[in-house]
């Protein structure tokens, strides 16, 4: 198991490095209240789906 976590923290550190970091540093990306539209975040949110660094769910078939 210690492997796996290893795997998903260094993907998931890259993710973050790559995508969120400079989503983040753009102004353009934030509201006059400072806010991040749900618009905007959407491709990022995609994103995670897609490099599976999203949250992990239990499969109910495996009861975990």
């Known amino acids: 198991?210690?492997?796996e976590v290893e795997e998903?923290?260094?993907r998931t550190r890259?993710?973050?490095d790559a995508n969120v970091l400079p989503f983040e540093?753009?102004?353009e990306n934030y509201s006059e209240h400072e806010n991040i539209s749900l618009e905007?975040?959407?491709p990022v949110q995609e994103k995670v789906k897609?490099?599976?660094c999203g949250p992990r769910f239990?499969?109910?078939e495996r009861g975990e």
């Open 1 to 3: 198991m210690a492997r």
């Open 8 to 10: 998903l923290r260094v």
């Open 14 to 16: 890259a993710f973050i």
């Open 25 to 27: 540093a753009d102004l």
């Open 40 to 42: 905007r975040l959407a």
């Open 50 to 52: 897609k490099t599976a």
């Open 58 to 60: 239990p499969e109910p």
